[in-house]
């Protein structure tokens, strides 16, 4: 996973067309340009062979967003599952739509850019009159609790699907960013965080595509090789912070990096909250410098404080710190939000997060262990070799 400047951050039978699509022949989601994920890669290699869309027809998402997206595209739609909540239609299983081009259209009414977007996705293919085009509007997790009032006041002409547990977004790859899904005649599907000036071109290519009976659609494994590694469980008591241990970490935010930005793909990450102002997070650098360095190979290590730019400058010319002294990476997060994030009401406090992004630790840097932290690595090192699930890495699921 690697860490950017502002945040860190998981063979089939082509389709018979009729004619050719105005976004270039390429459907599905394209090797973006710098700074873009691309779709290609294991995640896809056992599920159907579909053209790509070009970059020009694709949303601009953040890399973990898009990567989520790629990772079901050219695997057969999940099953909707039985606790969705549905508005405006009974309740729908995939079944009943074979044969349908269908686009998802994932929103909240938390504010009102994405409170628009159904209504915008209609109103963009009210145009494209085909009676095999299924629209449907999920809704995330998100600002749940206000749909129905919203809903009261609001028209919206298509079904809803209000996923309260967010299982169905984790399914499709689909977090806070507002996105769409498209789906082919044969449940396939081929691509999504569309444009909405191209979604229509797209939608048109899909219809004009031949549902083939014979198609090995294929689904994405429900047996994920991440829940046979087995991390080491730690129960010592957290008292000065929110004990995320076992649950996903919060998305990595800085203002400023200190250092060269670090890369953190399939390494630990051990993020250490401090200040230059405070006795004891000075006390533990030595430590933390030992840890760093230890394991070098497979640890990134980040200090981060709140402090703005020029009072952490003062902090270290006070203390007669300079950066050599430091073997591993620094930020700043003026903001706070990563410290609110985790509830932290003291520091320092660190927080050992293992490559998929589940906290395996937290307390006191000088109570980090060698042992403990060889304990995780090892754990994580089982966890890269066995590489990513077809699918993407749950974000919502609340069980």
Request: proline content about 8%.
């Amino acid at each position: 996973m690697p860490l950017q400047s502002q945040t860190l951050e998981h063979t089939g039978h082509p389709a018979r067309t009729r004619q050719p699509g105005p976004c270039g022949l390429h459907l599905v989601l394209a090797v973006l340009m710098a700074g873009w994920i691309s779709m290609a890669g294991s995640a896809q290699s056992d599920g159907q062979d579909v053209p790509r869309l070009e970059a020009k027809c694709l949303d601009r998402l953040k890399p973990v967003d898009r990567q989520a997206i790629d990772s079901i595209t050219g695997w057969k739609l999940p099953e909707i599952p039985g606790t969705i909540k549905w508005y405006n239609q009974g309740d729908l299983e995939i079944d009943s739509l074979d044969g349908k081009v269908i686009v998802i259209q994932s929103w909240t009414n938390g504010h009102s850019a994405a409170r628009r977007m159904p209504l915008k996705v209609h109103k963009i293919l009210s145009d494209v009159e085909d009676d095999d085009l299924v629209l449907l509007a999920l809704h995330t997790p998100a600002d749940g609790s206000k749909l129905e009032a919203f809903l009261e006041r609001a028209e919206i002409p298509m079904p809803i699907m209000l996923d309260r547990k967010g299982t169905y977004c984790d399914a499709l790859g689909v977090y806070r960013q507002p996105v769409n899904i498209v789906v082919d005649r044969n449940g396939v599907v081929r691509g999504g965080g569309i444009k909405a000036t191209a979604l229509p071109d797209v939608v048109k290519m899909l219809l004009a595509e031949e549902r083939d009976p014979d198609a090995e659609v294929r689904q994405l494994p429900t047996e994920d090789p991440m829940d046979k590694v087995e991390f080491p469980e730690f129960k010592d008591r957290i008292s000065n912070a929110r004990d995320l241990r076992g649950r996903r970490a919060p998305d990595m935010w800085v203002d400023e990096w200190l250092t060269p930005t670090p890369n953190a793909d399939n390494k630990v990450v051990v993020l250490d909250f401090w200040a230059t102002w405070c006795p004891p997070c000075r006390a533990s650098i030595p430590h933390m410098n030992t840890l760093s360095q230890k394991f070098a190979n497979d640890v990134c290590a980040v200090g981060l404080s709140d402090e703005r730019e020029s009072n952490f400058e003062q902090g270290l010319r006070k203390h007669n710190l300079k950066a050599r002294d430091f073997k591993y990476s620094l930020a700043l997060d003026p903001n706070k939000r990563m410290k609110d994030a985790f509830q932290i009401r003291g520091i320092p406090h660190v927080v050992v997060i293992s490559s998929d992004w589940i906290v395996r630790w937290q307390g006191h840097p000088m109570n980090l262990s060698e042992s403990i932290l060889n304990q995780i690595v090892t754990a994580n090192q089982d966890l890269a070799s066995r590489g990513g699930r077809p699918g993407p890495k749950p974000r919502w699921n609340k069980g």
